[in-house]
């Protein structure tokens, strides 16, 4: 039987896994992208912004040193060198999927695509002698991804108004910032600027930062905010931004004015789809434009797939490289197994804070607002040996569990490494496990993983 062909247009996570996965189980698979394999995650979203919130834990690090007997000093960030960092972490990254690819035989184009029609997908090649292909395709994945939303209201100049994206560094470290919008991207980069030294003011649309998390959980996290004078500015919705060559003033709805050196735009972001020949095959968008798909990530043209951002799903690297992995798999007629759904409710998340945030499955809230009966324990890491020798004894671990059978439903942890040790909890949230399974494993002690066993016991 003849290789499926199958046309991937966007490299970035999901992308990427579903040529990988097609590629080794026979398909025929070519991969166009137009700036860099790896994607926007790689360039302007997860690797840029955890890098730089990464450089600026050092100064957090020289902080608690003070108290350990070995004091460290931090100079002021030199802008030139980071620049530098981050480009450099981008390209390894890249190049080494790129060598990757193509050595499992996937075919890359570096060029723009878009669908002619259901069978054929266009191509405009970056190169110097840019020409347009033509590709036939049994198989099409749309995982061109998303981009900041940029209010009617604003005018991103990347200077004074800023997007996530101009700040890996920035042209210079804000005086003041205030950062636009309260969610996960919003409230990290309050502390990815903070911990660089700017003053910052976070303007929140409603009465708690992360809206969409545990209350308990938002609380920790604004009381580090005010504990490093970040000035919370709550129920404000912005509506519009003067700008001048001094600064910037923020105006909200209710007629409050925030003034600073620059802001900074998170706010959501729209879908990458400007050009895609969405209409030319007749893939059919929501009222935001995201790609509207079913449970094997099909559109409404059963052999054109969406994955990643486009599809509106969860908007996580992790979630869009797993839709790739199932994506490719039904393409190549792997799918008949069991269990091959994505559970979209079992993804774990972080928010690279200081403390970090991480979350998965149900959350204590939730069951509240659904009346489910749910049991719930909680402990704090100031009660954890490695806690203190690391001398951040902050958050603690909060497992929710089924009363009943004593099945993990879910968990969050507020504290250091939470974006680690989130993973116990996720694969017990997966595998259906027990807080008994949990608190009969021998973990290495000490470790911040004590406080999961104790939690589970
Ligand atoms: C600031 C920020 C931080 C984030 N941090 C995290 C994090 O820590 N962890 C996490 O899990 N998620 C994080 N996310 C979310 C994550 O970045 C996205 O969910 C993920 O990148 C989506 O992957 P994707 O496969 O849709 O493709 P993307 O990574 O969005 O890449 C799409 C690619 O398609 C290419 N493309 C677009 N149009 C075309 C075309 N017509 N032809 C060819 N190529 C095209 C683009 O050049 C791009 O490379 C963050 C997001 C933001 C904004």
Excluded at 287 to 299: A, E, F, L, R
Excluded at 345 to 366: N, Q
Aim: proline fraction near 4%; include cysteine.
């Amino acid at each position: 039987m003849a290789a499926v062909k199958f046309v991937i247009l966007g490299g970035g996570p999901a992308g990427v896994e579903a040529a990988a996965t097609a590629s080794r189980n026979g398909a025929q698979v070519t991969l166009i992208e137009r700036e860099i394999v790896g994607g926007a995650a790689n360039l302007w979203d997860c690797i840029p912004s955890k890098a730089m919130i990464a450089i600026g834990g050092v100064r957090a690090l020289a902080q608690r040193s003070k108290s350990s007997g070995m004091e460290l000093h931090c100079d002021d960030p030199d802008l030139d060198v980071l620049r530098a960092r981050m480009a450099s972490i981008s390209e390894q990254l890249s190049h080494s999927t790129e060598r990757q690819l193509k050595g499992q035989g996937v075919n890359m184009i570096r060029g723009t695509g878009r669908l002619v029609d259901e069978h054929h997908v266009a191509v405009i090649t970056e190169s110097e002698n840019s020409e347009e292909l033509l590709l036939e395709a049994d198989a099409v994945l749309l995982a061109t991804g998303s981009s900041p939303r940029i209010p009617p209201w604003a005018v991103v100049d990347g200077n004074r108004v800023m997007t996530t994206r101009h700040a890996y560094p920035p042209l210079v470290i804000p005086e003041h910032l205030v950062v636009i919008g309260s969610g996960v991207t919003g409230v990290e980069f309050v502390h990815l600027f903070r911990s660089f030294g700017s003053k910052v003011s976070l303007v929140v649309s409603r009465q708690q930062v992360l809206p969409q998390k545990d209350p308990e959980v938002a609380a920790a996290l604004e009381t580090d905010f005010l504990q490093s004078n970040v000035a919370l500015i709550k129920g404000a919705r912005a509506d519009r931004l003067d700008v001048s060559d001094d600064g910037v003033v923020v105006h909200c709805e209710d007629g409050r004015a925030i003034a600073g050196s620059h802001a900074l735009l998170a706010i959501g972001s729209v879908p990458a789809s400007a050009g895609l020949g969405l209409d030319c095959a007749g893939i059919e968008v929501n009222s935001s434009g995201y790609v509207v798909i079913n449970q094997h990530c099909q559109t409404n043209v059963r052999h054109i797939y969406a994955g990643g951002d486009l599809s509106g799903r969860l908007q996580l690297a992790s979630v869009a490289a797993m839709q790739g992995r199932k994506i490719a798999e039904h393409v190549v007629g792997l799918h008949t197994r069991d269990h091959r759904h994505l559970d979209y409710d079992k993804a774990a998340s972080a928010i690279f804070t200081e403390p970090e945030i991480a979350d998965v499955g149900l959350a204590e809230a939730e069951a509240f607002a659904l009346g489910q009966k749910i049991r719930v324990t909680k402990v704090p890491f100031a009660v954890n040996a490695k806690a203190m020798i690391d001398g951040d004894p902050r958050g603690f671990v909060k497992l929710v569990s089924d009363p009943n059978t004593g099945v993990v439903l879910g968990g969050s942890i507020v504290g250091a490494h939470a974006a680690e040790l989130i993973s116990v909890i996720a694969l017990a949230v997966h595998a259906n496990l027990r807080v008994d399974d949990i608190a009969d494993t021998l973990f290495v002690h000490p470790s911040l993983s004590d406080v999961i066993a104790a939690a589970a016991d």
